[in-house]
Protein backbone atom coordinates (compact mmCIF):
# COMPACT_ATOMS: atom_id res chain seq x y z
CA UNK A 1 0.00 0.00 0.00
CA UNK A 2 0.91 3.32 -0.91
CA UNK A 3 -0.09 7.09 0.67
CA UNK A 4 -0.43 9.82 -1.82
CA UNK A 5 0.22 13.21 -0.71
CA UNK A 6 1.51 14.94 -3.58
CA UNK A 7 -2.54 15.60 -4.90
CA UNK A 8 -5.34 14.84 -3.28
CA UNK A 9 -4.57 12.84 -0.29
CA UNK A 10 -5.31 9.01 -1.11
CA UNK A 11 -4.13 5.07 -0.34
CA UNK A 12 -3.66 2.89 -3.02
CA UNK A 13 -2.79 -0.33 -3.89
CA UNK A 14 -1.61 0.04 -7.20
CA UNK A 15 -4.76 -1.37 -8.75
CA UNK A 16 -7.03 0.92 -6.94
CA UNK A 17 -7.03 4.13 -5.19
CA UNK A 18 -8.99 5.49 -2.17
CA UNK A 19 -9.48 9.02 -1.97
CA UNK A 20 -10.05 10.41 1.88
CA UNK A 21 -13.02 11.90 2.43
CA UNK A 22 -12.34 15.50 4.14
CA UNK A 23 -12.27 14.74 7.82
CA UNK A 24 -10.60 15.03 11.30
CA UNK A 25 -8.57 12.15 10.55
CA UNK A 26 -7.37 12.86 7.15
CA UNK A 27 -5.89 16.16 8.33
CA UNK A 28 -4.14 13.86 11.12
CA UNK A 29 -2.87 11.36 8.57
CA UNK A 30 -1.90 14.47 6.13
CA UNK A 31 -0.22 15.91 9.02
CA UNK A 32 1.48 13.08 10.13
CA UNK A 33 2.70 12.18 6.69
CA UNK A 34 4.08 15.35 6.02
CA UNK A 35 6.75 15.19 8.39
CA UNK A 36 7.42 11.36 8.26
CA UNK A 37 9.86 9.43 10.30
CA UNK A 38 9.96 12.53 12.64
CA UNK A 39 8.08 12.50 15.89
CA UNK A 40 4.98 15.20 15.53
CA UNK A 41 3.86 17.18 18.48
CA UNK A 42 0.23 16.50 19.97
CA UNK A 43 0.09 20.34 20.29
CA UNK A 44 1.34 20.57 16.55
CA UNK A 45 -1.31 17.79 15.38
CA UNK A 46 -4.47 19.80 17.66
CA UNK A 47 -3.40 23.18 15.58
CA UNK A 48 -3.49 21.91 12.04
CA UNK A 49 -7.23 19.92 12.89
CA UNK A 50 -8.95 22.70 14.87
CA UNK A 51 -6.90 25.78 13.79
CA UNK A 52 -5.07 28.35 17.16
CA UNK A 53 -8.65 28.27 19.13
CA UNK A 54 -8.65 24.90 19.86
CA UNK A 55 -11.63 23.20 22.16
CA UNK A 56 -11.08 22.12 25.33
CA UNK A 57 -11.65 18.62 24.22
CA UNK A 58 -9.49 18.62 21.61
CA UNK A 59 -6.66 16.22 23.29
CA UNK A 60 -9.25 13.34 23.71
CA UNK A 61 -10.18 14.55 20.35
CA UNK A 62 -7.03 13.76 19.05
CA UNK A 63 -6.50 10.55 20.61
CA UNK A 64 -10.08 9.26 18.72
CA UNK A 65 -8.75 10.25 15.48
CA UNK A 66 -6.00 8.14 15.57
CA UNK A 67 -7.73 5.63 16.86
CA UNK A 68 -9.89 5.69 13.59
CA UNK A 69 -7.22 5.81 11.50
CA UNK A 70 -5.73 2.62 12.83
CA UNK A 71 -9.04 1.51 11.93
CA UNK A 72 -8.84 2.90 8.33
CA UNK A 73 -5.35 1.51 8.02
CA UNK A 74 -6.86 -2.35 9.00
CA UNK A 75 -9.77 -1.96 6.58
CA UNK A 76 -7.43 -1.47 3.65
CA UNK A 77 -4.51 -3.42 4.50
CA UNK A 78 -2.03 -1.13 5.64
CA UNK A 79 0.91 -2.81 7.82
CA UNK A 80 4.18 -1.26 6.96
CA UNK A 81 3.48 2.57 8.14
CA UNK A 82 2.13 2.12 11.28
CA UNK A 83 1.06 5.02 13.37
CA UNK A 84 3.63 5.24 16.77
CA UNK A 85 2.12 6.59 20.33
CA UNK A 86 5.83 8.41 21.15
CA UNK A 87 6.52 10.86 23.87
CA UNK A 88 5.07 14.16 23.00
CA UNK A 89 2.86 13.33 19.81
CA UNK A 90 3.00 10.54 17.49
CA UNK A 91 5.16 9.31 14.70
CA UNK A 92 4.45 6.94 11.08
CA UNK A 93 7.28 5.25 9.35
CA UNK A 94 7.57 5.33 5.72
CA UNK A 95 10.06 4.99 2.82
CA UNK A 96 10.18 5.36 -1.36
CA UNK A 97 7.47 2.56 -1.69
CA UNK A 98 5.29 3.53 0.63
CA UNK A 99 4.49 7.55 0.57
CA UNK A 100 5.21 9.24 -2.97
CA UNK A 101 6.46 12.69 -1.28
CA UNK A 102 9.81 10.55 0.00
CA UNK A 103 9.55 8.41 -3.51
CA UNK A 104 9.39 12.57 -5.34
CA UNK A 105 12.59 13.52 -3.34
CA UNK A 106 14.56 10.57 -3.80
CA UNK A 107 13.96 10.63 -7.70
CA UNK A 108 15.50 14.60 -7.32
CA UNK A 109 18.42 13.47 -5.22
CA UNK A 110 19.35 10.42 -8.20
CA UNK A 111 19.08 12.88 -10.72
CA UNK A 112 20.85 15.57 -9.26
CA UNK A 113 23.59 12.74 -8.85
CA UNK A 114 23.72 11.61 -12.86
CA UNK A 115 26.59 12.94 -15.08
CA UNK A 116 24.23 12.00 -18.46
CA UNK A 117 21.92 14.83 -19.24
CA UNK A 118 19.63 12.76 -21.22
CA UNK A 119 19.10 10.00 -18.11
CA UNK A 120 18.58 12.98 -15.28
CA UNK A 121 16.04 14.28 -17.55
CA UNK A 122 14.43 10.85 -17.63
CA UNK A 123 14.72 10.35 -13.69
CA UNK A 124 13.07 14.19 -13.65
CA UNK A 125 10.42 13.25 -15.74
CA UNK A 126 9.63 10.08 -13.03
CA UNK A 127 9.56 12.10 -10.28
CA UNK A 128 7.36 14.91 -11.89
CA UNK A 129 4.58 12.29 -12.80
CA UNK A 130 4.36 11.15 -9.08
CA UNK A 131 2.53 14.80 -8.66
CA UNK A 132 -1.34 14.36 -9.69
CA UNK A 133 -3.28 17.34 -9.13
CA UNK A 134 -3.46 19.95 -6.46
CA UNK A 135 -1.82 19.00 -3.48
CA UNK A 136 -4.00 18.07 -0.56
CA UNK A 137 -7.47 19.01 -2.39
CA UNK A 138 -9.40 17.59 0.19
CA UNK A 139 -7.54 17.71 3.59
CA UNK A 140 -9.12 20.63 4.96
CA UNK A 141 -6.39 22.67 7.32
CA UNK A 142 -5.58 26.10 6.97
CA UNK A 143 -2.85 25.72 8.84
CA UNK A 144 -1.28 23.10 6.20
CA UNK A 145 -2.51 25.21 3.27
CA UNK A 146 -0.75 28.12 5.23
CA UNK A 147 2.82 26.58 6.29
CA UNK A 148 3.54 23.14 4.13
CA UNK A 149 1.56 23.66 0.76
CA UNK A 150 3.60 26.64 -0.12
CA UNK A 151 6.83 24.42 0.63
CA UNK A 152 5.78 21.37 -1.62
CA UNK A 153 4.56 23.22 -4.17
CA UNK A 154 7.96 25.43 -3.98
CA UNK A 155 9.73 21.83 -4.26
CA UNK A 156 8.10 21.49 -7.57
CA UNK A 157 8.57 24.43 -9.51
CA UNK A 158 12.31 23.78 -8.87
CA UNK A 159 12.20 20.44 -10.24
CA UNK A 160 10.40 21.63 -13.29
CA UNK A 161 12.39 24.11 -14.24
CA UNK A 162 15.59 22.17 -13.69
CA UNK A 163 13.77 19.57 -16.55
CA UNK A 164 13.05 22.08 -18.57
CA UNK A 165 16.43 23.81 -18.14
CA UNK A 166 18.00 20.48 -19.79
CA UNK A 167 15.22 20.07 -22.48
CA UNK A 168 16.94 23.26 -23.69
CA UNK A 169 20.66 22.22 -23.23
CA UNK A 170 18.97 18.91 -25.22
CA UNK A 171 17.73 21.08 -27.89
CA UNK A 172 14.60 20.04 -27.27
CA UNK A 173 12.74 23.54 -27.65
CA UNK A 174 9.23 22.39 -28.65
CA UNK A 175 8.79 19.80 -26.02
CA UNK A 176 9.48 22.31 -23.61
CA UNK A 177 7.51 25.05 -24.94
CA UNK A 178 4.47 22.60 -23.80
CA UNK A 179 4.99 22.49 -20.13
CA UNK A 180 6.68 26.33 -20.15
CA UNK A 181 3.17 27.76 -21.14
CA UNK A 182 1.09 26.30 -18.50
CA UNK A 183 4.05 27.23 -16.09
CA UNK A 184 4.50 30.60 -17.03
CA UNK A 185 0.64 31.19 -16.97
CA UNK A 186 0.09 29.30 -13.67
CA UNK A 187 3.20 31.24 -11.89
CA UNK A 188 3.61 35.00 -13.35
CA UNK A 189 5.70 35.72 -11.33
CA UNK A 190 8.37 33.60 -11.55
CA UNK A 191 10.92 34.71 -14.12
CA UNK A 192 12.84 31.52 -14.97
CA UNK A 193 9.80 30.17 -16.41
CA UNK A 194 9.40 33.65 -18.15
CA UNK A 195 13.38 33.32 -19.40
CA UNK A 196 13.15 29.71 -20.19
CA UNK A 197 9.54 30.35 -22.64
CA UNK A 198 11.17 33.10 -24.05
CA UNK A 199 14.40 31.27 -25.04
CA UNK A 200 12.64 28.60 -25.96
CA UNK A 201 10.61 30.45 -28.23
CA UNK A 202 13.38 32.30 -30.18
CA UNK A 203 15.57 29.04 -30.63
CA UNK A 204 12.47 27.99 -32.57
CA UNK A 205 12.88 30.89 -34.47
CA UNK A 206 9.84 32.62 -33.08
CA UNK A 207 11.47 35.87 -32.90
CA UNK A 208 7.96 37.90 -32.69
CA UNK A 209 6.71 35.80 -30.01
CA UNK A 210 9.79 35.69 -27.77
CA UNK A 211 9.53 39.53 -27.69
CA UNK A 212 5.62 39.58 -27.08
CA UNK A 213 6.26 37.50 -24.29
CA UNK A 214 9.15 39.51 -23.03
CA UNK A 215 6.83 42.87 -23.10
CA UNK A 216 4.07 40.65 -21.33
CA UNK A 217 6.37 39.96 -18.42
CA UNK A 218 7.96 43.41 -17.86
CA UNK A 219 4.88 44.72 -17.78
CA UNK A 220 3.63 41.90 -15.16
CA UNK A 221 6.40 43.06 -12.93
CA UNK A 222 6.09 46.73 -13.58
CA UNK A 223 2.50 46.52 -12.69
CA UNK A 224 2.23 44.28 -9.92
CA UNK A 225 5.28 43.71 -8.33
CA UNK A 226 7.06 48.03 -9.02
CA UNK A 227 10.16 45.70 -9.83
CA UNK A 228 12.60 45.54 -13.29
CA UNK A 229 12.96 42.64 -15.32
CA UNK A 230 16.04 40.15 -13.72
CA UNK A 231 19.34 41.25 -15.59
CA UNK A 232 18.97 37.76 -17.57
CA UNK A 233 15.65 38.46 -18.84
CA UNK A 234 17.27 42.11 -20.08
CA UNK A 235 20.15 40.30 -21.75
CA UNK A 236 17.65 37.78 -23.10
CA UNK A 237 15.76 40.79 -24.68
CA UNK A 238 18.74 42.40 -25.96
CA UNK A 239 20.32 39.30 -28.25
CA UNK A 240 16.99 38.80 -29.76
CA UNK A 241 16.44 42.21 -31.00
CA UNK A 242 19.80 41.80 -32.29
CA UNK A 243 19.36 38.77 -33.82
CA UNK A 244 22.31 37.11 -31.76
CA UNK A 245 23.05 33.36 -31.71
CA UNK A 246 22.20 32.32 -27.64
CA UNK A 247 25.48 29.68 -28.08
CA UNK A 248 24.77 25.92 -26.88
CA UNK A 249 22.14 26.01 -24.19
CA UNK A 250 24.99 23.85 -22.19
CA UNK A 251 26.74 27.11 -20.71
CA UNK A 252 23.78 28.65 -20.04
CA UNK A 253 22.18 26.48 -17.61
CA UNK A 254 23.88 24.63 -15.36
CA UNK A 255 22.61 22.97 -12.69
CA UNK A 256 20.63 24.19 -9.37
CA UNK A 257 21.51 23.59 -6.08
CA UNK A 258 22.00 20.43 -5.04
CA UNK A 259 19.68 18.53 -2.15
CA UNK A 260 20.03 15.64 0.01
CA UNK A 261 17.84 13.67 1.76
CA UNK A 262 17.57 14.75 5.61
CA UNK A 263 16.68 11.04 6.98
CA UNK A 264 12.70 12.30 7.86
CA UNK A 265 11.26 12.79 4.03
CA UNK A 266 12.77 16.55 4.06
CA UNK A 267 15.60 17.95 1.70
CA UNK A 268 18.19 20.47 3.25
CA UNK A 269 20.73 22.73 0.98
CA UNK A 270 24.45 21.24 0.11
CA UNK A 271 27.24 23.21 0.91
CA UNK A 272 26.76 26.45 -1.84
CA UNK A 273 30.40 25.67 -2.57
CA UNK A 274 29.89 22.49 -4.06
CA UNK A 275 27.97 24.00 -6.41
CA UNK A 276 30.10 25.95 -9.80
CA UNK A 277 27.33 28.38 -10.52
CA UNK A 278 27.97 31.75 -9.19
CA UNK A 279 25.87 33.65 -7.18
CA UNK A 280 23.61 36.12 -9.13
CA UNK A 281 24.41 39.97 -9.18
CA UNK A 282 21.95 41.37 -6.70
CA UNK A 283 19.08 42.99 -8.61
CA UNK A 284 19.44 47.09 -8.61
CA UNK A 285 16.90 48.80 -5.60
CA UNK A 286 16.06 51.59 -8.19
CA UNK A 287 13.73 51.74 -10.53
CA UNK A 288 10.72 53.16 -12.15
CA UNK A 289 7.37 53.36 -9.40
CA UNK A 290 4.66 51.67 -10.92
CA UNK A 291 0.87 52.43 -10.94
CA UNK A 292 -0.91 51.05 -8.47
CA UNK A 293 -4.25 48.76 -9.77
CA UNK A 294 -7.50 50.10 -8.36
CA UNK A 295 -6.45 52.49 -5.81
CA UNK A 296 -9.01 53.50 -3.28
CA UNK A 297 -9.55 55.83 -0.54
CA UNK A 298 -7.42 58.31 0.78
CA UNK A 299 -8.66 61.17 -1.32
CA UNK A 300 -8.30 63.88 1.43
CA UNK A 301 -4.54 62.55 2.42
CA UNK A 302 -3.91 62.25 -1.58
CA UNK A 303 -4.91 66.12 -1.74
CA UNK A 304 -2.76 67.98 0.81
CA UNK A 305 0.07 65.63 -0.13
CA UNK A 306 -0.50 66.86 -3.54
CA UNK A 307 -0.55 70.37 -2.82
CA UNK A 308 2.38 69.89 -1.01
CA UNK A 309 4.27 68.27 -3.57
CA UNK A 310 3.57 70.75 -6.27
CA UNK A 311 3.54 73.87 -4.66
CA UNK A 312 5.94 76.91 -6.41
CA UNK A 313 8.67 77.53 -4.27
CA UNK A 314 12.54 76.24 -4.00
CA UNK A 315 12.67 74.74 -1.11
CA UNK A 316 13.49 70.75 -1.46
CA UNK A 317 10.34 69.20 -0.31
CA UNK A 318 10.17 65.71 1.96
CA UNK A 319 6.84 64.17 2.92
CA UNK A 320 6.76 61.40 5.40
CA UNK A 321 4.45 58.69 5.36
CA UNK A 322 4.14 56.64 8.33
CA UNK A 323 2.32 53.70 9.54
CA UNK A 324 1.34 50.34 10.22
CA UNK A 325 2.74 47.30 8.45
CA UNK A 326 0.44 46.43 5.60
CA UNK A 327 -1.89 49.50 6.09
CA UNK A 328 -1.08 50.61 2.80
CA UNK A 329 2.04 53.68 2.50
CA UNK A 330 4.04 52.26 -0.33
CA UNK A 331 0.76 52.23 -2.98
CA UNK A 332 -0.11 55.72 -1.63
CA UNK A 333 2.97 57.00 -2.26
CA UNK A 334 2.78 55.31 -6.03
CA UNK A 335 -0.11 56.70 -6.56
CA UNK A 336 0.71 60.12 -5.64
CA UNK A 337 4.00 60.21 -7.35
CA UNK A 338 1.81 59.67 -10.73
CA UNK A 339 -0.32 62.17 -9.69
CA UNK A 340 2.10 64.29 -9.72
CA UNK A 341 4.25 63.15 -12.12
CA UNK A 342 4.01 65.84 -14.53
CA UNK A 343 5.67 68.29 -12.21
CA UNK A 344 8.81 66.12 -12.21
CA UNK A 345 9.81 65.79 -15.75
CA UNK A 346 13.77 64.40 -14.83
CA UNK A 347 11.34 60.96 -14.00
CA UNK A 348 10.04 59.40 -11.12
CA UNK A 349 12.62 56.73 -8.77
CA UNK A 350 11.19 54.23 -6.55
CA UNK A 351 14.15 53.53 -4.11
CA UNK A 352 13.82 50.10 -2.04
CA UNK A 353 15.95 50.87 0.95
CA UNK A 354 15.14 47.27 2.23
CA UNK A 355 16.86 44.14 0.10
CA UNK A 356 13.96 40.92 -0.29
CA UNK A 357 15.65 39.20 2.34
CA UNK A 358 14.91 41.75 4.81
CA UNK A 359 18.45 42.94 5.28
CA UNK A 360 18.52 47.11 5.60
CA UNK A 361 20.52 49.00 2.61
CA UNK A 362 23.23 50.71 3.68
CA UNK A 363 23.35 54.52 3.25
CA UNK A 364 26.37 54.50 0.77
CA UNK A 365 25.10 51.82 -1.46
CA UNK A 366 21.61 53.67 -2.35
CA UNK A 367 23.28 57.02 -2.78
CA UNK A 368 25.36 55.30 -5.50
CA UNK A 369 22.44 53.82 -7.29
CA UNK A 370 20.27 56.82 -6.85
CA UNK A 371 23.38 58.83 -8.45
CA UNK A 372 23.59 56.25 -11.35
CA UNK A 373 20.04 56.59 -11.77
CA UNK A 374 20.44 60.47 -11.92
CA UNK A 375 22.90 60.68 -14.02
CA UNK A 376 21.38 61.60 -17.81
CA UNK A 377 19.24 64.23 -15.57
CA UNK A 378 19.11 67.26 -17.91
CA UNK A 379 20.28 70.29 -15.69
CA UNK A 380 17.08 72.11 -13.87
CA UNK A 381 14.56 69.19 -14.34
CA UNK A 382 13.54 67.89 -11.16
CA UNK A 383 13.12 64.33 -10.07
CA UNK A 384 10.97 62.74 -7.52
CA UNK A 385 12.41 60.21 -4.87
CA UNK A 386 10.13 57.40 -3.82
CA UNK A 387 12.26 55.90 -0.39
CA UNK A 388 10.42 52.53 0.68
CA UNK A 389 10.43 51.14 3.48
CA UNK A 390 12.78 53.41 5.40
CA UNK A 391 14.54 51.60 8.77
CA UNK A 392 15.98 54.64 10.54
CA UNK A 393 16.71 58.53 9.78
CA UNK A 394 20.69 57.80 8.95
CA UNK A 395 19.76 55.75 6.13
CA UNK A 396 18.00 58.84 4.11
CA UNK A 397 19.60 61.67 5.10
CA UNK A 398 22.22 62.03 2.30
CA UNK A 399 19.62 60.57 -0.33
CA UNK A 400 16.78 63.89 0.25
CA UNK A 401 16.95 66.30 -2.35
CA UNK A 402 18.96 69.89 -2.05
CA UNK A 403 17.64 72.74 -3.53
CA UNK A 404 15.45 72.94 -6.16
CA UNK A 405 16.67 69.47 -7.53
CA UNK A 406 13.19 67.70 -6.49
CA UNK A 407 11.29 66.14 -3.73
CA UNK A 408 10.98 63.15 -1.63
CA UNK A 409 8.32 60.56 -0.19
CA UNK A 410 9.57 58.75 2.54
CA UNK A 411 8.15 55.57 3.70
CA UNK A 412 8.49 53.94 7.04
CA UNK A 413 6.90 52.28 9.96
CA UNK A 414 8.48 54.52 12.22
CA UNK A 415 7.93 58.01 12.80
CA UNK A 416 11.50 58.94 11.74
CA UNK A 417 10.54 62.22 14.26
CA UNK A 418 14.71 62.73 13.95
CA UNK A 419 14.41 63.06 10.67
CA UNK A 420 11.41 65.94 10.60
CA UNK A 421 13.57 67.63 13.30
CA UNK A 422 16.65 67.97 10.90
CA UNK A 423 15.52 68.23 7.30
CA UNK A 424 11.80 69.57 7.97
CA UNK A 425 9.14 67.88 5.92
CA UNK A 426 5.67 67.41 6.26
CA UNK A 427 4.54 64.21 8.11
CA UNK A 428 1.14 61.82 7.68
CA UNK A 429 0.35 58.75 9.85
CA UNK A 430 -2.17 56.54 7.95
CA UNK A 431 -4.46 54.48 9.76
CA UNK A 432 -6.83 51.84 8.30
CA UNK A 433 -9.74 52.11 5.95
CA UNK A 434 -12.97 54.50 7.11
CA UNK A 435 -16.08 51.68 6.78
CA UNK A 436 -16.81 53.82 3.44
CA UNK A 437 -13.25 53.71 1.80
CA UNK A 438 -13.09 50.00 2.72
CA UNK A 439 -16.48 49.33 0.74
CA UNK A 440 -15.08 51.26 -1.88
CA UNK A 441 -12.18 48.74 -2.22
CA UNK A 442 -14.34 46.20 -2.15
CA UNK A 443 -16.76 47.72 -5.08
CA UNK A 444 -13.34 48.50 -7.40
CA UNK A 445 -11.74 45.25 -6.77
CA UNK A 446 -14.81 42.95 -6.97
CA UNK A 447 -17.02 44.57 -9.35
CA UNK A 448 -20.53 47.03 -8.42
CA UNK A 449 -22.61 43.90 -9.32
CA UNK A 450 -21.10 41.58 -6.94
CA UNK A 451 -21.03 43.49 -3.77
CA UNK A 452 -24.17 45.22 -4.17
CA UNK A 453 -26.40 42.21 -4.11
CA UNK A 454 -24.38 41.73 -1.08
CA UNK A 455 -24.27 45.56 0.23
CA UNK A 456 -24.46 43.89 4.21
CA UNK A 457 -22.50 41.25 3.80
CA UNK A 458 -19.99 43.51 2.00
CA UNK A 459 -19.84 45.63 5.18
CA UNK A 460 -19.74 42.92 7.64
CA UNK A 461 -16.53 41.48 5.72
CA UNK A 462 -14.89 45.34 5.96
CA UNK A 463 -15.57 44.89 9.48
CA UNK A 464 -14.14 41.20 9.76
CA UNK A 465 -10.83 42.43 7.86
CA UNK A 466 -10.93 45.25 10.66
CA UNK A 467 -10.78 47.62 7.65
CA UNK A 468 -7.33 47.04 6.89
CA UNK A 469 -6.53 47.85 4.03
CA UNK A 470 -3.98 44.34 2.81
CA UNK A 471 -6.39 42.22 4.71
CA UNK A 472 -9.06 43.54 2.29
CA UNK A 473 -6.65 43.26 -0.47
CA UNK A 474 -5.77 39.77 0.09
CA UNK A 475 -10.00 38.37 1.03
CA UNK A 476 -10.80 40.34 -2.24
CA UNK A 477 -8.80 38.24 -4.36
CA UNK A 478 -9.74 35.05 -2.59
CA UNK A 479 -13.28 36.45 -3.55
CA UNK A 480 -12.04 36.75 -7.09
CA UNK A 481 -11.12 33.26 -7.51
CA UNK A 482 -14.02 31.94 -6.28
CA UNK A 483 -17.28 33.86 -8.31
CA UNK A 484 -20.09 31.48 -6.72
CA UNK A 485 -18.54 32.02 -3.16
CA UNK A 486 -21.57 34.56 -1.61
CA UNK A 487 -19.91 37.33 0.76
CA UNK A 488 -22.32 36.13 3.60
CA UNK A 489 -20.03 32.68 3.83
CA UNK A 490 -16.95 34.35 3.83
CA UNK A 491 -17.48 36.34 6.50
CA UNK A 492 -17.72 33.45 8.38
CA UNK A 493 -15.59 31.32 6.79
CA UNK A 494 -13.07 34.31 7.43
CA UNK A 495 -14.26 34.89 11.23
CA UNK A 496 -12.86 30.88 12.04
CA UNK A 497 -9.76 32.12 11.88
CA UNK A 498 -8.54 35.27 10.01
CA UNK A 499 -5.14 35.40 10.31
CA UNK A 500 -4.83 31.32 8.58
CA UNK A 501 -6.98 32.71 5.99
CA UNK A 502 -5.84 36.11 5.46
CA UNK A 503 -3.17 34.78 3.26
CA UNK A 504 -2.94 33.68 -0.31
CA UNK A 505 -1.24 29.63 -1.56
CA UNK A 506 0.22 30.63 -4.52
CA UNK A 507 1.41 33.89 -3.05
CA UNK A 508 2.90 32.78 0.57
CA UNK A 509 4.36 36.30 1.08
CA UNK A 510 1.01 37.78 0.62
CA UNK A 511 -0.24 37.00 4.17
CA UNK A 512 -1.01 39.40 6.89
CA UNK A 513 0.72 36.45 9.16
CA UNK A 514 3.96 37.30 6.66
CA UNK A 515 4.19 40.59 6.87
CA UNK A 516 3.85 40.78 11.09
CA UNK A 517 5.68 38.65 11.60
CA UNK A 518 8.69 40.26 9.03
CA UNK A 519 7.78 43.54 11.25
CA UNK A 520 8.31 41.92 14.44
CA UNK A 521 11.26 40.28 13.34
CA UNK A 522 12.87 43.85 12.32
CA UNK A 523 12.51 44.89 16.01
CA UNK A 524 15.11 44.38 19.13
CA UNK A 525 13.78 41.21 20.41
CA UNK A 526 12.97 42.49 23.23
CA UNK A 527 10.98 45.02 22.32
CA UNK A 528 9.32 42.53 20.09
CA UNK A 529 8.30 40.19 23.49
CA UNK A 530 6.96 43.02 24.82
CA UNK A 531 4.66 43.71 22.11
CA UNK A 532 3.16 40.39 22.08
CA UNK A 533 2.85 40.31 26.16
CA UNK A 534 1.38 43.71 25.82
CA UNK A 535 -1.02 42.72 22.75
CA UNK A 536 -1.74 39.19 24.08
CA UNK A 537 -2.83 40.24 27.70
CA UNK A 538 -4.41 43.90 27.60
CA UNK A 539 -7.65 45.32 26.12
CA UNK A 540 -7.87 47.03 23.16
CA UNK A 541 -7.61 50.62 24.61
CA UNK A 542 -5.10 50.27 27.17
CA UNK A 543 -3.17 53.28 29.03
CA UNK A 544 0.80 53.51 30.24
CA UNK A 545 -0.32 51.97 33.49
CA UNK A 546 -1.79 48.91 32.33
CA UNK A 547 1.53 48.76 30.22
CA UNK A 548 3.63 49.03 33.45
CA UNK A 549 1.80 46.35 35.32
CA UNK A 550 1.68 43.59 32.53
CA UNK A 551 5.41 44.43 31.85
CA UNK A 552 6.49 44.50 35.26
CA UNK A 553 8.88 47.37 34.31
CA UNK A 554 8.96 50.61 36.08
CA UNK A 555 6.96 53.38 34.90
CA UNK A 556 9.60 54.98 33.15
CA UNK A 557 10.84 51.80 31.52
CA UNK A 558 7.52 51.16 30.64
CA UNK A 559 6.46 54.42 29.15
CA UNK A 560 9.78 53.94 26.94
CA UNK A 561 8.88 50.38 25.45
CA UNK A 562 5.24 51.23 24.73
CA UNK A 563 6.77 54.98 23.10
CA UNK A 564 9.35 53.03 20.86
CA UNK A 565 6.34 50.14 19.83
CA UNK A 566 4.06 53.18 19.01
CA UNK A 567 6.99 54.62 16.74
CA UNK A 568 7.22 51.13 15.06
CA UNK A 569 3.65 50.92 14.04
CA UNK A 570 2.40 48.07 16.15
CA UNK A 571 0.31 50.50 18.56
CA UNK A 572 -1.95 53.29 17.92
CA UNK A 573 -1.77 56.79 19.42
CA UNK A 574 -0.60 56.59 22.81
CA UNK A 575 0.19 59.39 25.74
CA UNK A 576 -1.76 61.54 26.67
CA UNK A 577 -4.24 59.22 25.43
CA UNK A 578 -4.66 55.68 25.38
CA UNK A 579 -2.79 53.34 23.46
CA UNK A 580 -4.78 51.02 21.26
CA UNK A 581 -3.95 47.48 18.93
CA UNK A 582 -5.35 46.78 15.99
CA UNK A 583 -7.31 43.53 15.95
CA UNK A 584 -5.31 41.15 13.70
CA UNK A 585 -2.31 42.27 15.75
CA UNK A 586 -4.40 41.42 18.67
CA UNK A 587 -4.85 38.29 17.34
CA UNK A 588 -1.34 37.64 16.15
CA UNK A 589 0.13 38.08 19.55
CA UNK A 590 -2.59 35.94 21.22
CA UNK A 591 -1.43 33.06 18.62
CA UNK A 592 2.47 33.78 19.16
CA UNK A 593 2.64 34.98 22.61
CA UNK A 594 2.49 31.42 23.75
CA UNK A 595 5.56 29.71 21.38
CA UNK A 596 7.85 33.21 22.06
CA UNK A 597 7.10 33.40 26.38
CA UNK A 598 10.24 34.75 28.75
CA UNK A 599 10.86 37.20 30.87
CA UNK A 600 10.88 40.96 29.73
CA UNK A 601 14.63 42.56 29.99
CA UNK A 602 15.16 46.05 30.55
CA UNK A 603 15.45 47.64 26.26
Known amino acids: MRFQLLGPLSITDGSDTVVLQPSKPTILLASLLLHANSVVSADYLQRTMWGEEQPATSRAALQTCVLRLRRLFTKHGVTETPIEAVPGGYRITAGPRHLDLIGFREEVRRAEETADPESELHVLKGALSLWEGSVLANVRSDVLHRDEVPRLVEERLRTLERACDLKLRLGRCGEALVELWSASRAHPGHERFREQLIEALYRTGRQTEALAEYRLVKDYLHDELGVDPSPALRRLEMAILRGEDLGAAEDRHPAGPAYVSNGGGGQQEQNPAATAAPAPAPKPMVGPVATVHSFTGRAAECAALRERLTAPGHDPVTLLVSGAPGIGKTALARHLAHQVKDAFPAGLFMVRMVAPDGTPRSPEDAAAEVSAALRERVPGERALLLLDDVVDAEQVRQLLPAGTEGAAIVT ?57 PLALRIMSARLLTRPALRLADSVSW ?82 PGPYRVHELLRVYARRTAPYRSRPIQKV
Do not use: N
Not at 434 to 451: F, K, N, T
Open 412 to 468: SRRGLAGLVATHGGWVLRLGTFSEEESYALLLAVLGAERVEAEPEAARSLAEACGHH
Open 494 to 575: LAEDPLARLSLADSPELSVHRVLGGALDRLDPRLADAFLKVAAQIPDHFTAEDGVRVLGMSPAEADDVLDRLADAGLLEEGP
